[in-house]
Nanobody, 121 residues
């Protein structure tokens, strides 16, 4: 069974930084794209950033220049460095990945359980 586990959330003052981590574990054959999303209660989940296994990245306009996504393929991990945080960045942050497990021939989409980020003004 494949699972994603995030860590690194917490409370930070406006202007501060946080680094989120996400590790994929289980019977993994390969990982394609990995990404980060966030969600505020009552609103749709919002795409933030994605990175391919080639290293190609793309970002939402709302975080471009402030957030940086990276990955360590040897550790099946993806990271989100968040700088210049604003109160409006407060949300639950989710890790997302397209993973091919040992049991199937197909790519399946997986989500982590989420980690809370709170930015105080």
């Amino acid at each position: 069974q494949v699972q994603l586990v995030e860590s690194g959330g917490g409370l930070v003052q406006a202007g501060g930084s946080l680094r989120l981590s996400c590790v994929a574990s289980g019977s993994i054959f390969g990982i394609n794209a990995m990404a980060w999303y966030r969600q505020v209660p009552g609103r749709q989940r919002e795409f933030l950033a994605a990175i391919q296994n080639s290293g190609s990245r793309n970002y939402a306009n709302s975080v471009k220049g402030r957030f940086s996504i990276s990955r360590d393929n040897a550790k099946n991990s993806v990271y989100l460095q968040m700088n210049s945080l604003k109160p409006e960045d407060t949300a639950v942050y989710y890790c997302n990945a397209f993973i091919r497990s040992m049991e199937t021939a197909f790519l399946d989409e997986y989500w982590g359980q989420g980690t809370q980020v709170t930015v105080s003004s």
